[in-house]
């Protein structure tokens, strides 16, 4: 299940199972979105990106979704894996030329074997 | 390919020290960025350089931290005096440049892990 631990959203999994790490983003304006995978101890490694003028993009075993109606984002992982245990964020950036990448706080995925 | 290399990995410093991080990007990249990163939160941008020139530096607190990047290729990010609330981890990322889908990617390293006491 989902639960807000000490300091992230914890989302705890079976191994083989699905799962889908939320993301609300703040700026209607934003037409870029990436998702990052941060093991410990490690820098953030670059997952999956998708741009405004599209709502779904598949990668391996993963698939982000975008809902730019609520400012929705969602990262699905399909037959999740130990390995795949980490902290995951949403970025999101506006406006074309030199502008910023905003990271959100991050989700925890816990996976069990 | 070699990614983003940072150092050290950790320093340890007492407060009102001076302290500098190393980062060397992806070969070919031209936009350098640093980030600050807080336990349990997501990175924050200190300061972004496209070749030499640092175009956005508005989060940086410039009255302890300066940074660098002479030639264009690799960077240091120095703090003095340090306080307590430097205390985080400082990511260096980067990137090919600006123009479309694939360009814009951030290439992270693995970041220097700070602890002023």
């Known amino acids: 299940g989902e639960s807000v631990g000490l300091h992230l959203p914890t989302l705890s999994v079976q191994e083989g199972d699905n799962s889908i790490i939320n993301c609300a983003y703040s700026n209607s304006a934003s037409d870029y979105f990436i998702w990052y995978k941060q093991e410990s101890g490690k820098g953030p490694q670059f997952i999956i990106d998708?741009?405004?003028n599209m709502d779904k993009r598949q990668g391996q075993r993963v698939t982000v979704l975008l809902n730019k109606t609520v400012k929705h984002l969602s990262l699905q992982i399909a037959a999740t894996q130990p390995g795949d245990s980490a902290v995951y964020f949403c970025?999101?950036?506006w406006g074309s030329g030199y502008s910023t990448l905003t990271f959100g706080k991050g989700t925890m995925l816990l996976v069990s074997p | 390919e070699a990614g983003v290399v940072q150092s050290p990995r950790y320093k340890i410093i007492e407060k009102k020290q001076p302290v500098a991080f190393w980062c060397n990007p992806i070969s070919g990249h031209n936009t350098l960025y640093w980030y600050r990163q807080n336990l349990g939160q997501g990175p924050e941008l200190l300061i972004r350089?496209?070749?030499?020139?640092?175009?956005?530096d508005s989060q940086l607190p410039k009255d302890r931290f300066s940074a660098e990047r002479l030639k264009g290729v690799d960077s240091t990010l120095k703090i003095q005096p340090a306080e307590l609330g430097d205390s985080a981890v400082y990511l260096c990322a980067s990137s090919l440049g600006l123009g479309g889908p694939g360009l814009e990617t951030q290439y992270f390293g693995p970041g220097t892990r700070l602890l002023v006491l």
């Open positions: 350089y496209e070749n030499e020139e640092a175009v956005d």
């Open positions: 998708i741009r405004s």
């Open positions: 970025a999101e950036k």
